[in-house]
């Protein structure tokens, strides 16, 4: 799974993670016409079985034809939990004609261990190589129930009420003027900001446009400058800050300069030689060197002190990969760099991940454009940009 809108959340956004530095924003108002819900916590909107759930969300959006066999066809064939799983007891699913899809619905006995079940799936999935699960949840809990909506269109009515998105990827982003409230489990966040693949979910006007793409000025695309990259003050600082990120950092990291050197066939980094030739001042390396067998997950951190002459140099390495045949090798890597630092890796999840925490990737390709709804900003050396967006790995 994804993304395009989340990919492009800038660095003003907040961690969902980070919960008990965020700010609470209060209540969603229901719709006009709906009866007002209560002051409750986020999701605490009024449920507890399955036909308690149907008649909260018809108060929002169409809930129909509810239907309790597991044997349903409208039910998810996966990644939804079955009667057993994460404590819930009851499984149902009905019909959403104004949003034109489907809704199914979990009834959870406890609902933090169901929102610690579906906290461990996600990190599985994430320690399994799909780096991005969970960012695009479609997972919005009320109270005493759980709603799996089929299509944006319900999901963004059943937000107008007290229910809320539960995000458990620590990549998720939330812009300003969305509500952050704290879950029942620690890592995980609720909020009213559903994000979507295609941009049909809730609009996000601090996400960067390609202003190549027509129509005039866009909202969120910064005229000058950078909407903003990470910095870090050290080596050691960037180590923790991409921690969460599948470069292997946390188990496998040295700045031995033998170590930094080694390379293989398989993860060849873009600085070669001297680091200080490239503007750099200071380097790691992520990964099992071979040791005797062949090395594995292999990056590199940097921390640059003349970030033109590192994009400079960059480019004429990506140009000399280009002149063999118009692509750049699978193994070579690709630099993502922030304000004041750089990661040189190949592991297109691990840059998936790397792109939410807003590095973004030095593109120097002849005639490249990136789609509207990803970032694209002007690099420090001309010809080359600033994106998250990878036409060799397109979102899925």
Same mark, same amino acid.
């Given at each position: *799974?994804?993304?395009?809108?989340?990919?492009?959340?800038?660095?003003?956004?907040?961690?969902? !993670?980070?919960?008990? /530095?965020?700010?609470?924003?209060?209540?969603?108002?229901?719709?006009?016409?709906?009866?007002?819900?209560?002051?409750?916590?986020?999701?605490?909107?009024?449920?507890?079985?399955?036909?308690?759930?149907?008649?909260?969300?018809?108060?929002?959006?169409?809930?129909?034809?509810?239907?309790?066999?597991?044997?349903?066809?409208?039910?998810?064939?996966?990644?939804?939990?079955?009667?057993?799983?994460?404590?819930?007891?009851?499984?149902?699913?009905?019909?959403?004609?104004? %949003?034109?899809?489907?809704?199914?619905?979990?009834?959870?006995?406890?609902?933090?261990? @169901?929102? !610690?079940?579906?906290?461990?799936?996600? *990190?599985?999935?994430?320690?399994?190589?799909?780096?991005?699960? %969970?960012?695009?949840?479609?997972?919005?809990?009320?109270?005493?129930?759980?709603?799996?909506?089929?299509?944006?269109?319900?999901?963004?009515?059943?937000?107008?009420?007290?229910?809320?998105?539960?995000?458990?990827?620590?990549?998720?982003?939330?812009?300003?003027?969305?509500?952050?409230?704290?879950?029942?489990?620690?890592?995980?966040?609720?909020? $009213?900001?559903?994000? #979507?693949?295609?941009?049909?979910?809730?609009?996000? @006007?601090?996400?960067?446009?390609?202003?190549?793409?027509?129509?005039?000025?866009?909202?969120?695309?910064?005229? #000058?400058?950078?909407?903003?990259?990470?910095?870090?003050?050290?080596?050691?600082?960037?180590? #923790?800050?991409?921690?969460?990120?599948?470069?292997?950092?946390?188990?496998?990291?040295?700045?031995?300069?033998?170590?930094?050197?080694?390379?293989?066939?398989?993860?060849?980094?873009?600085?070669?030689?001297?680091?200080?030739?490239?503007?750099?001042?200071?380097?790691?390396?992520?990964?099992?060197?071979?040791?005797?067998?062949?090395?594995?997950?292999?990056?590199?951190?940097?921390?640059?002190? $003349?970030?033109?002459?590192?994009?400079?140099?960059?480019?004429?390495?990506?140009?000399?990969?280009?002149?063999?045949?118009?692509?750049?090798?699978?193994?070579?890597?690709?630099?993502?760099?922030?304000?004041?630092?750089?990661?040189? #890796?190949?592991?297109?999840?691990?840059?998936?991940?790397?792109?939410?925490?807003?590095?973004?990737?030095?593109?120097?390709?002849?005639?490249?454009?990136?789609?509207?709804?990803?970032?694209?900003?002007?690099?420090?050396?001309? /010809?080359?940009?600033?994106?998250?967006?990878?036409?060799?790995?397109?979102?899925?």
């Amino acid at each position: *799974m994804r993304i395009k809108r989340i990919l492009a959340t800038t660095a003003a956004l907040t961690c969902l !993670a980070a919960l008990p /530095g965020c700010k609470g924003g209060g209540q969603a108002a229901p719709p006009p016409g709906a009866p007002a819900s209560s002051a409750a916590p986020a999701g605490a909107a009024a449920g507890g079985s399955l036909v308690e759930a149907q008649q909260y969300m018809r108060q929002f959006t169409g809930c129909e034809d509810l239907g309790t066999k597991p044997d349903d066809p409208r039910l998810p064939s996966g990644d939804f939990p079955k009667v057993g799983q994460w404590s819930v007891t009851e499984v149902g699913v009905c019909r959403d004609g104004r %949003g034109e899809g489907d809704i199914a619905i979990a009834v959870p006995k406890d609902m933090k261990a @169901f929102q !610690a079940g579906y906290q461990q799936y996600v *990190m599985d999935k994430i320690a399994g190589g799909d780096g991005a699960y %969970g960012l695009f949840s479609n997972v919005l809990v009320g109270k005493g129930f759980v709603a799996f909506p089929t299509k944006s269109k319900s999901a963004m009515a059943l937000l107008r009420s007290n229910i809320r998105v539960l995000v458990c990827n620590p990549g998720g982003r939330v812009p300003e003027g969305y509500k952050r409230e704290k879950p029942l489990v620690e890592g995980c966040g609720l909020t $009213d900001f559903f994000a #979507t693949e295609d941009g049909s979910g809730s609009p996000n @006007f601090e996400t960067p446009q390609d202003p190549a793409g027509g129509g005039g000025e866009k909202p969120g695309q910064p005229k #000058t400058g950078s909407l903003g990259l990470p910095r870090a003050g050290s080596i050691a600082e960037l180590r #923790t800050l991409v921690n969460n990120s599948p470069l292997a950092c946390k188990e496998h990291f040295s700045t031995d300069p033998e170590a930094v050197a080694i390379e293989s066939i398989d993860f060849q980094p873009v600085i070669k030689g001297s680091a200080l030739d490239w503007g750099v001042t200071g380097r790691a390396l992520c990964g099992q060197p071979a040791d005797g067998q062949r090395a594995r997950n292999l990056s590199w951190l940097d921390t640059v002190g $003349d970030m033109r002459k590192l994009q400079t140099k960059a480019k004429a390495a990506q140009q000399a990969d280009l002149k063999d045949d118009g692509e750049l090798r699978a193994t070579a890597s690709r630099l993502l760099v922030g304000e004041n630092v750089a990661v040189e #890796t190949n592991n297109a999840s691990a840059r998936f991940v790397l792109y939410q925490m807003q590095f973004l990737y030095l593109n120097c390709v002849p005639g490249f454009s990136a789609p509207s709804g990803y970032r694209l900003e002007k690099a420090q050396v001309e /010809g080359c940009v600033l994106t998250n967006y990878e036409p060799e790995h397109p979102v899925r």
